[in-house]
């Protein structure tokens, strides 16, 4: 036989138990109280984590720190110059690893397909990126320059980090803060809201200077 539902129950109480009817309503509401109660995250006491870091309306401003700040580093900004595959030098290892401790970070790559995905996370893997707190649904992959914009329009950063010329003109008009990695001067206008410089390090440290 099934379970009867907890209503029916309810009214059987009130018409055939010796019980007085009144007792059994109680009861039967205080079942009801208890079933329904609001749960942690549904109208209850939510503790979760507030998210630190700015809002839409002062992401703007200089920061002072990078403690909670949502930062898109494009990997190749990072890469040891003398090496042919991906690959960071240890003070790019350092970087990467202290910025994942504070920052809400997300790394982007391009790649021609799963073998240099798979590539990239263990090499991040090993660099101690992912143990200090890079998640891995946080490394973004795409195999065009228009991927890369549309996810960075998507993700919608505070800082983004990155080393060809088109994007950063394209998605500077749409984030606060942007660092253009090259070693070359810019060949059009930079707006105000984007630093040019030699190195990520380098970058940040005048961001925050």
Not at 107 to 122: I, P, S
């Amino acid at each position: 036989m099934g379970k009867k539902p907890l209503q029916q129950l309810i009214m059987q109480q009130l018409m055939f138990d010796d019980t007085p009817g009144w007792i059994a309503l109680i009861v039967g509401m205080t079942i009801l109280l208890y079933v329904f109660r609001p749960r942690q995250g549904q109208g209850g006491n939510d503790r979760r984590q507030v998210t630190r870091g700015p809002n839409q309306a002062n992401r703007t401003q200089k920061p002072t720190s990078f403690d909670g700040w949502t930062m898109l580093i494009c990997l190749d900004t990072l890469r040891d110059p003398t090496n042919p595959s991906l690959a960071f030098t240890d003070e790019n290892k350092a970087l990467l690893q202290n910025v994942a401790k504070t920052c809400d970070l997300h790394v982007v790559r391009l790649v021609n397909n799963e073998a240099e995905e798979k590539e990239t996370l263990e090499i991040l893997r090993q660099c101690g990126a992912l143990e200090a707190g890079l998640k891995e649904h946080c490394v973004l992959f795409c195999e065009t320059i228009v991927g890369k914009q549309a996810i960075a329009r998507q993700l919608n950063p505070s800082i983004y980090i990155e080393g060809i010329q088109d994007i950063v003109s394209y998605i500077s008009p749409h984030v606060p803060h942007v660092g253009f990695i090259t070693d070359s001067s810019p060949t059009c206008s930079i707006r105000p809201n984007t630093i040019v410089s030699a190195t990520v390090s380098e970058y940040l440290t005048r961001l925050i200077a």
